[in-house]
């Protein structure tokens, strides 16, 4: 078995994996890579085989019809044989020093491993080349083996992403975690669906994932998100289904607090992009979103309307509409978001 097993989704990457797969490569022979090539038309299926062939101890390759992201998590963890895994996107890297660092305090979880380590993620912006680091020293203890008794309350810019979890792999296979084909923002999902399964967490407060943002066709792009904001409606929805946070024990009474200010943003990030696009089609799919909400479950309804962020993203009326815009951009101008 190997320690870790790092999972890269890739669709036309050719242009910059070389980067992400050459940090990876630092973790040595007890790490595997595997790169799911997700019907790719341009040079990375070949890109994919080469690093495969070069590297047959460590690189893996599946070629796969397009499902999207989230079919390339999924083929991802079906495969892996590592006892950690981790996602990383095709376009973002692992800063190879922390990398170091987590593969020597991974190698002491082996008889005895965590369900899940977290570490911080850089925002990396291309447009204006600055970063911004999102870390948790506020929320976790670090270097210590802890549970959700021992956290603390998270800062609306504090949600764990994809970028900063490892997850044990035969918990999200013991949860039943599968991620629809074919949509994007799959990621929310998967770092939501899982956390009540966790039961000893990690921190190292080092700055590990880099997350490049700024292309234009990338998937948190704002227009981009406009054109595809079914999907995102999609994967708030699916998140909405999962048990409640309201049902967890008490003594996971932290955790559920976290859960429930996910569930507010994912409802608020869906407000927010249907009201941008404005159509009534837009509108209509916003208003039945809070309606399915009041009707479905009236206690987390109460506190999005009344007690949460997602409040200012379902104001009535036209005005309503345009404060709920100008709330948005007064906030990703602070955190540089998309």
């Known amino acids: 078995m190997k320690l870790i097993t790092f999972a890269v989704p890739c669709y036309n990457s050719a242009a910059y994996m070389d980067h992400c797969i050459k940090t990876l490569l630092e973790a040595g022979d007890e790490a595997e890579i595997i790169l799911v090539d997700d019907g790719s038309t341009d040079d990375t299926p070949a890109i994919a085989d080469r690093y495969a062939e ?167 792009n704002e227009q981009v998100m406009v054109r595809r904001v079914d999907q995102q409606l999609r994967v708030t929805r699916i998140m909405l289904a999962c048990p409640s946070p309201y049902n967890l024990p008490e003594r996971q009474k932290n955790l559920a607090s976290y859960m429930l200010n996910y569930l507010s943003m994912m409802v608020a990030i869906s407000s927010v992009f249907l009201t941008i696009s404005g159509t009534p089609e837009s509108l209509e799919k916003k208003a039945q979103l809070w309606k399915e909400l009041s009707e479905g479950d009236p206690r987390l309804y109460r506190r999005m309307k009344l007690f949460s962020v997602s409040a200012f993203t379902n104001l009535p009326g036209g005005l309503g509409n345009h404060l709920t815009v100008l709330l948005y951009r007064g906030v990703q101008k602070i955190y540089k978001f998309n």
């Open 54 to 220: 070069q590297y047959p101890d460590v690189v893996r390759v599946i070629h796969q019809p397009n499902g999207g992201h989230g079919e390339g998590v999924n083929q991802g963890l079906a495969h892996a044989t590592g006892l950690y895994y981790k996602v990383v996107d095709s376009d973002d890297w692992l800063d190879v020093p922390s990398l170091h660092k987590v593969m020597a305090q991974l190698r002491t979880f082996a008889e005895n491993p965590v369900d899940m380590v977290v570490c911080n993620y850089v925002y990396e912006h291309v447009e204006d080349n600055t970063t911004h680091t999102v870390n948790y020293r506020n929320v976790f203890p670090v270097n210590k083996v802890f549970t959700w008794e021992e956290i603390h309350k998270f800062l609306p810019s504090q949600n764990l992403l994809m970028h900063s979890v490892i997850y044990r792999s035969q918990l999200l296979r013991d949860c039943g975690l599968v991620l629809p084909k074919h949509t994007f923002y799959v990621d929310n999902i998967f770092v939501y669906q899982p956390l009540p399964s966790v039961k000893t967490l990690y921190y190292m407060d080092l700055d590990l994932y880099r997350y490049f943002i700024g292309r234009a066709d990338q998937s948190v």
